[in-house]
Structure formats: C-alpha cells, structure tokens
C-alpha cells in the first residue's frame, strides 16, 4: 500500500502537468471505481492538485472536484505521448501501453495526453464531488504528523488516554495521519523507543523525542520520493529512494544503526514490525 509519501510525491508530479489541461471526457472503465455524474466535469479545467492524509484531490474550475483513494494497488499515471508522469503501486503498467486491463478509469483531455487510474484490486477509488462533500470526506481524517498543529502536547494528549501499544498509537489516522507500518518501525528505531511499549508508560520527554522522530523519519520519505519496497524495473520518476536509507524496516538480521545489535522481526498490532531488542527500550 503507498504510504503518504509515495502519495505526496504523485500528487508534486501531477502538480507539474495537470493544472490547465481541460476534461474532453471521462471514461469509467469500472464502474466500483466512480463515484458521481461524469457530465459534472465535463469542460472542467484543472486548478490545482493538493493532498488531505492520502487523499489527493483533483480541483476544477467549476466548483467540482476528484478525489483519489489509491487504497492498496491504486496507481494515477499521466500519459502524453514519450512523457509519463505519477505513481502509485508498482506493477508493469508503470511502463507498458494503457489503457491496460487494469485501468479503471481514464481522463482525456483531447490533446493527445491522458491520465490513467489503474488499480488491481478495486479498492481505490476515484470520486467527483462538490467543495461541501469533500470537506465532509476530509473531517474524517487527523492532520499529517508533519502539520505544525501535532505537537508534542498534542500526542501526549492521546498517549495518556490509552493503554494500547504505542505502535498501534503511531498507526492510528484518527490520531495522526500519515505513518504506515515503514515510517512507524523507522520512527521508533530512531527515538529507541520499544514498539512493545503501552502509551501510557511514556513520559512527555519521550513522547517528544518520538514525535519528532516520527517528523523526521516522514519528512525524509517525501525528500526521498517514498519506498518502493516491491522489485520493479526502475523507471524515472516513478520509483522513490527511501528503501534504500530504511534503519530497520526488512533489514531482519542486520545491525541496528544505533548499537549494531541484530534487528528482529515481529508481529506487533497485526503487522510485521521490525525493530532493535538491544536499544529500543
Ligand atoms: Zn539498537
């Protein structure tokens, strides 16, 4: 699943192409995939290309807007003739001709360039919706843990209320958005923090030293383009570095940076968690 880097890095490469081309026509491959009345963007324009949690959201000079949830196997990818442009889950439809037999939906815009969602397991979605209804989708999610309004006393707020682990903490989006199961293993690598640890047993110091790891860890994802953890044939632009600067995530057996001790794998809040024995504490 892309994690909020990976999204936010389609939607800065979206941004670069997309704002001024105009809808000729919308062709919904599959109809699970839409949502709304295709003729209510029609003639559209886009403005903007802008991001709440891993929405990305398409705006349109009409009043109208698609928003994108790429959800497990989505993908967004810009086409115009030799140019390719997005992102999403790697597969061979990042470089082989589309539409494919995964494409759920494509946005023509009668010059010859086309943007294409594609998406394996029909999860993602794409919506058009008015300002009003894609406020009322965005209250559903918390602020990026990169938003200056999460603050320590903010977290803390949160981890003194319950007695879950704290990684379970870390990966709820009602709390926070934008740490997946990479970032949360990385963060609390960095912070030496023990994934196994219950909210409630950390002090405030910690819970800073956590955060701001956690701020650390994102941010470097969204330098780095995100992680594509699957192999796939590298293509430019499509195809983010931060797999390869990871501190423990899928590096079972190797050292810790902080200590050199071996890093080990479990399974913490349903997920496979990596993580030092040594100097997370
Ligand atoms: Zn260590």
Redesign the pocket.
């Known amino acids: 699943m892309p994690e909020l880097p990976e999204v936010e890095t389609v939607v800065r490469r979206l941004q670069e192409v997309l704002p001024g081309k105009q809808l000729a026509n919308l062709i919904v491959h599959k109809e699970k995939s839409f949502e709304g009345t295709v003729k209510d963007c029609l003639g559209g324009t886009i403005t903007d290309i802008s991001r709440k949690a891993k929405l990305i959201r398409i705006h349109l000079n009409n009043e109208m807007s698609f928003l994108v949830h790429l959800k497990m196997t989505g993908q967004l990818i810009y086409v115009d003739g030799e140019t390719r442009f997005g992102g999403g889950h790697p597969t061979a439809d990042w470089v082989e001709s589309l539409p494919s037999g995964h494409t759920r939906i494509t946005f023509d815009f009668g010059d010859g360039s086309f943007l294409f969602f594609n998406d394996q397991r029909i999860f993602g979605w794409v919506r058009l919706l008015t300002a009003t209804e894609v406020q009322h989708e965005f209250s559903k999610y918390a602020p990026d843990v990169i938003d200056e309004v999460i603050s320590t006393h903010y977290l803390w707020q949160h981890v003194l209320k319950t007695n879950r682990v704290i990684k379970s903490v870390l990966l709820d989006s009602k709390i926070m958005s934008g740490l997946g199961n990479i970032y949360v293993c990385d963060a609390l690598?960095l912070a030496?923090i023990s994934p196994y640890r219950r909210a409630t047993t950390l002090s405030y110091s910690e819970t800073e030293r956590l955060l701001d790891a956690s701020k650390a860890v994102l941010e470097k994802g969204i330098t780095l383009g995100g992680a594509t953890i699957e192999h796939f044939r590298h293509v430019d632009g499509f195809s983010g570095d931060y797999q390869k600067e990871v501190l423990v995530y899928g590096r079972e057996g190797e050292a810790?940076?902080?200590?050199?001790?071996k890093?080990i794998k479990e399974k913490i809040a349903g997920r496979g968690t990596y993580f030092?024995?040594?100097?997370?504490i």
């Not at 810790?256 to 001790?261: R, S």
């Not at 030092?276 to 997370?280: E, F, I, R, W, Y």
């Open positions: 690598n030496q810790c940076f902080n200590c050199g001790a890093i030092c024995p040594a100097c997370q």
